[in-house]
Nanobody, 127 residues
């Protein structure tokens, strides 16, 4: 059973950086797509960045050029480097896994396609 645990959230001032980590206790097959999502109060959960089995990535327009997603398959870990943070980045950040039987080549950010979720880590950016 795959279980995910995020860490690295916190409170920073605008312009600062944070690095989020997500560890899978049950292991994460290299064929899975992995992603970071976020949800601000009163808003729907939205995709932030995705990395597929081939290492191809997709990031939301709102964070393009500021956030970078990466994965370490040997450690079953997923990362999100967040630079030049803005107050509008304030949200609960979740990592998620899209478990598939075959190698996942998609970079879709549709939340419904991801079937294992962590508990989230809070990121707060003050102006």
């Amino acid at each position: 059973q795959v279980r995910l645990a995020e860490s690295g959230g916190g409170s920073v001032q605008a312009g600062g950086s944070l690095r989020l980590s997500c560890v899978s206790s049950g292991g994460t097959a290299s064929r899975y797509c992995l992603g970071w999502f976020r949800q601000a109060p009163g808003k729907e959960r939205e995709g932030v960045a995705i990395i597929n089995a081939g290492g191809n990535t997709q990031v939301a327009d709102s964070v393009k050029g500021r956030f970078t997603i990466s994965r370490d398959n040997a450690k079953s870990e997923l990362y999100l480097q967040m630079n030049s943070l803005k107050p509008e980045d304030t949200a609960m950040y979740y990592c998620a896994v899209r478990r598939t039987l075959h190698s996942c080549s998609s970079t879709s950010m549709e939340t419904g396609q991801y079937n294992v979720w962590g508990q989230g880590t809070q990121v707060t950016v003050s102006s």
